[in-house]
Structure formats: C-alpha cells, structure tokens
C-alpha cells in the first residue's frame, strides 16, 4: 500500500505550485469559449492540483479541503449548471441551448449574451469534471475506500 | 411546452438525475418517489410525442437553434416516438418495481441507484429521438457506462461480467464511431437526414463500404447479436433484479433500432440490402442466433441465464426480420421489439421476485411455487406462452409476420430456423412450469386445513409483474391496431 509521503521538499513545492496550477485551470476555463481549452481541459487541470495534493501527502489531507460529501454534490451541480442554463434558454421562449435569447435577463445584446452562456456551461462543465476526476482518483487510491481518511 | 417536449425528454431525466444525488444527501428516502415522478413524467412526454407525430407527421428539434445538418436535430418520426414510449414506459414500470428489491440487494445505495438508474434511461431516450449519428455515439455511451455501473453493483461476479461487458460495449461503441468518422470523412455530415442524401451518390466507394461495416459489427455487439452476444448472459445474470429487467427489455431493442435507423435511414436499403448482401448476412447469423441461443438456454440451471440466452434468440429474431427486405417481415420485427421488450421485462420481473423472496435463482427451486406465490407464477405463465407463440399473446403475433415475411421473401430454411427455435422455447418454458405446477412436496395442510400460505411479494413488486403479464395479452390483442396506427408507417421506403 501506499506509504505516507513525508518528504519536506515535494510538500513545500507541492504547496508553491498549487495556487499557480488552479490559477490556470480557472484561465483554460474562461478562455475556452474564444481559444482553446475549455471546461473538460480545464477541470482536467483543476483536478490535477488536488491530485498533486493527494500524491505529496495523503488522502487524508486532499479530503480535509474537499469532502466526499462535497465533491458529490459538485459533480451534480456542474450538470445542473449546463442543464439549467439550457432550461432557461428554454423558459424565454427559445429553443434548448439557443443562449441568444438570454438577453432578455442580462443586460448585453443577444451576440455578447451568448458568449456569457457558453462561459456559463464551460463552468458547469469544469465543475464537473474536476470532482469527478477528484473522486475517481480517491476512490483508485484508497481502494473505495477513502471513506476511512487515510490511506494504509 | 408540446414543442420542446423532444429536448424534454433528456433534459428532465438528466437533470432529475443530478437533482436526486442533491436530493439524497439531504433526505434518502426520498430518492425513490422522485425516479418513480419523473420516469412517470417522462413516460407522459413520450405519449405526447407519439400523439405529435401521429397527428402531424414527423418533429424537428433544432437544439440551440442552428439549422441542420450544422446543428444537432432531433427527429421524431413513428419509430422514434414507438421506441421511446416503450423505453419510458418500462423504465417507469421497472422504477416502481425496484423499491423492495434494491432495498434488498443494495441496502443504502439506493440514491446512487436511482442517479444512475435515470442517467441509464436518459440516454436510452436519448438514442431515440436524435437525428444526428454522433449524437446517437454520446448517448450510446451515456446508456453503456449507466450499465456497466448498475451491472457491476450485482452479486459476487457482477464485477467480472460488468468488465467483460466493458470491454465488448467499449469495443462496439469504438466500431461505431469509427463508422461516424469514415462516414464525415467522404461526406462531412453527421446529420442522418443529410446523409441520406449524400450517400446513394457514393454508393460505391470502399471508404462508405468500411463506414458501413463498422457500424453493423459495432451495433451487434452493442445489442448482443450471436456471435458478439458472449457479454450477455453473465452481465444480466448477476446484475441486480430490476436492472436486469430493464436492460434485457430495453438497451438491447435501443440497439436493434440504431441498426434499423443506419441500414435504412442513413444508407438506403438499395445500398444496405443490394450493394452490400446484408440480407443474407444477416439472415444466416440471425438464425444462428435463434437457434445457438435456444439450445444454449436449454442447457442452464439458473433461471435467468436461461432468459439471457433466450434473449439472444429473440435478437436473432428482431434482425431477421429487420433483414428480410419486405414489409411484412419488417412489420414483424419492429412489432417483436414491443413483444420482446415487454416479455423480457415480465421474465426478469418474475424472476427478480422469486430471488427475493425465495432467495433461490436456479429452475429446480421453483418446485411447488405456485402455492406460494401463485399470482407471479400465472404472470410466468403469460409470458412463457407469449415466448412460444401462442395465440392469443403478444408473441404469436410478430412471430406470425416474421414468418410470413421469412416464406414471402421464399426463405422457407429460416422460417424453419423461427419454428424450431419457437419449438426449443417450449419445450425449455414446459420445463419451467412443470417444475412450478407438478413438482414440489404439497405443502402440508395448516391447522384448520387451510392450503398453503401465500406469501406473494410485496405489491410494489407484484403490480408491475402483473402490469407487463396482462400487457403481453393487451398487446396481442391489439397488435392490429399497433401495426395499423404506428408501425406501418415506419416501413421504410422501397420495401
């Protein structure tokens, strides 16, 4: 099983990076409607802070920042997210997805209103994606059950 | 809200989906009404939708707004709207069945279950109603990850099936999209309606001919046709009861309709049946199918492996009279996946019953049950008749139009194969109820000389098994009337 890593180097720059790594999983996602990148690229990335947390120390410790409770409650509302922003497409008349008609709510034209929704669902589609990957690594790492805290 | 009611359909159960997981950290009981709620809600759309189409022809969807083929769209015609009014309408029957039994067999996990159970019909319904072949590939995929994970929550060797399931859909979906990418390549849409145009005007070129033989070994893998059905039977013989009952009814008839929508919607039955001899292809592997898969059910002890193998059978059935060419046999087949989706459903139902009560699985522990539980075993009954054909059940009648589409088309050798296989059936289903009705100890008389105690399963159980027994008669019934208002118009053209 895997060992408690007690390395004072890996922690340290470990720490360092983590906020410069989440910095450009939240660029990737709010520039993925106008270059690349995007939710799923995105989230990928923010997952992997949290996963890097998890290798440099332990489960335990990535679990203290973000529950399980929590990482599901992510994961369904990263779906609620995109879907509601379709629903509400829907609600004014327009057809799913049609993120044109949003003008109506937000106070820029029908052009500008479309781009805020798409950032709108790469949101969605970040949040999701990154407490999916969050849960399957933990669940990977600790053999299912990372409900226990640490890892043997 | 009639105009939405295509993009509905998904929406409601995906977002019901992520709703219950809310839903469940806050109150677990409540998980269960709320999947019964909205496969309900989603069965009700579905009626709409099929009295839109039969009113006023076939629905367009643009979702997003974008016009076709840039667009997704979703299409609704008759085979569209029959399909999802069968997958709604048994996912719903099987979601108010479920309550005991996965209390029973997945105590605590019910809210998982659910998530999973509604992400599972979301992508089934999904497959039905889009017009878009890419779009049919994500949802594909959306219907096989929801079973591959309510598969493997199943008994000691669910894991082991779920994987190999893993591995084989995986396989067949990477054949379907590799269909899709061939198929952009030379014509640069995916919409199933613009390929239809383009395509006869490449009718002979080898990169459609590779397009065209990915997507029929991926869609038989996916619907578990002989000889790609080796995931089948363990995978529904160790998922849980109820889904069991919904796979067996509804994932496999999901497939046989993608079959139907790229060989004579997407490609045209010039192409699929003239340019490409898949009638014969077809035609032989579906009767090794009828008959592989009712021989090899006649050698199982489990009760329902031995439907799993019947189930392959039956997929022989369907495609046979997919592949036949001509109306009638195409009547039939479309009039089996009703049929078959309800039989199957009732078998699993019955069988899911008898484990929960009895915790037995094999045939030999049936002795004597119609004591014990004698309505589910009248249910066993209907269905079984319905299984060999006879009238007046459901299964008589799109066995009747297989087998007169099979002898119109002169293929008196695979009509044969339909009786034999109707013959093995019977003798397997005369196996079952002698051992429920002959065998067994009479129970001993109680004090008072009252017969035996029945203890049927609890009514959330019983309904539905009772629901789908006497639905296997209605439908025969009132097969005329099916084939008459519904699925004589989904005959495609040509034939």
Redesign the interface.
């Known amino acids: 099983m895997i060992k408690r890593n007690e390395d004072i180097i890996i922690q340290t720059v470990t720490r360092l990076l983590t906020p410069f790594v989440q910095l450009f999983a939240l660029y990737v996602i709010a520039h993925g409607h106008y270059s690349p990148g995007g939710g799923f690229q995105g989230g990928c990335i923010l997952a992997a802070s949290f996963i890097l947390m998890a290798v440099a120390n332990d489960v335990a410790f990535v679990k203290r920042r973000l529950p399980e ?1 929590l990482t ?2 992510l ?3 990263g ?2 997210i995109y ?2 922003i ?2 509400a497409c ?1 609600m004014l008349g ?7 008609i949003l003008h109506r709510v937000l106070p820029v034209d029908a052009v500008k209103a479309r781009a805020l929704a798409t950032l709108g669902v790469e949101i969605g589609v970040g949040i999701t994606v990154m407490a999916v990957m969050v849960s399957i690594f933990l669940n990977l790492l600790s053999a299912g059950r990372h409900e226990e805290g640490a890892v043997e | 809200m009639t105009e ?1 009611a295509p ?2 359909i998904i ?1 409601i159960p ?2 019901a ?6 839903l469940g ?1 806050w109150k677990k009981e409540l998980s269960y009404p709320w999947a019964v709620l909205v496969t309900a809600v989603v069965f009700g759309l579905s009626l709409l939708l099929m009295q839109t189409v039969l009113s006023g022809g076939t629905v367009h ?5 974008w016009a076709p083929p840039w667009g997704i769209e979703y299409v609704i015609d008759h085979l569209n709207a029959f399909l999802a009014v069968i997958v709604s309408f048994i996912g719903c029957i099987v979601a108010v069945y479920s309550r005991r039994s996965i209390e029973k067999e997945l105590p605590g996990k019910q809210v998982y279950f659910y ?1 999973i159970y509604l992400l599972l019909i979301t992508g089934l319904l999904g497959i039905t109603v889009t017009g878009d072949v890419f779009n049919i590939y994500v949802f594909l995929e959306i219907s096989s990850l929801a079973g591959y994970a309510l598969i493997a929550v199943g008994d000691d060797r669910a894991p082991m099936a779920s994987f190999n399931y893993v591995i084989m859909g995986t396989i067949g979906a990477c054949f379907y999209l590799l269909g899709v990418g061939y198929l952009y390549m030379v014509t640069g849409t995916l919409n199933m309606g613009d390929l239809s145009r383009i395509l006869p005007g490449l009718s002979h070129s080898r990169v459609v001919y590779t397009a065209f033989a990915f997507f029929m070994v991926g869609t038989a893998i996916k619907m578990a046709f002989f000889p790609l059905h080796i995931w089948l039977p363990a995978a529904y013989t160790h998922a849980p009861s109820a889904v069991s009952a919904i796979a067996a009814s509804t994932m496999t008839k999901v497939g046989a309709y993608v079959m139907i929508r790229i060989m004579y919607t997407v490609f045209k039955p010039a192409f699929s049946l003239e340019v490409i001899p898949m009638s014969a292809i077809l035609g032989w592997a579906s009767a090794a199918a009828m008959i592989a898969g009712s021989v090899l059910a006649l050698g199982q002890k489990d009760l329902k492996r031995m439907f799993s193998f019947m189930l392959v059978a039956e997929v022989g059935y369907i495609v046979m009279g997919v592949s036949r060419g001509n109306s009638t046999a195409f009547t039939g087949a479309v009039l089996h996946i009703l049929n078959d989706a309800f039989m199957m459903a009732c078998l699993f139902l019955v069988a899911g019953a008898v484990r929960y009560r009895k915790n037995a699985r094999n045939i030999t522990d049936l002795a004597g049950l119609h004591q014990e539980m004698p309505l589910t075993m009248l249910a066993l009954f209907a269905a079984a008749l319905s299984m060999v054909g006879v009238p007046p059940t459901a299964g008589f009648f799109s066995k009747w139009y297989l087998i007169l589409g099979t002898i119109k088309a002169g293929e008196w050798i695979f009509a044969a194969a339909f009786l034999l296989s109707s013959l093995l059936n019977a003798v397997m289903f005369y196996r079952v109820l002698e051992t429920v009705y002959y065998t067994g100890e009479p129970t001993p008389k109680r004090q008072g000389g009252s017969s035996a105690a029945v203890n049927e399963v609890p009514l959330t159980m019983l309904g539905p098994i009772l629901v789908m027994a006497v639905g296997v008669l209605v439908l025969g019934l009132f097969s005329g009337r099916i084939i008459d208002t519904v699925i004589r118009f989904t005959v495609p053209e040509g034939f």
């Open positions: 409770r599901t409650a994961i369904s509302a779906v609620l879907a509601g379709g629903l829907l327009a057809n799913f997805l049609d993120y044109g | 939405h993009v509905l929406v995906l977002m989906a992520c709703l219950n997981i809310l950290l969807y643009r979702l997003g707004g998530s």
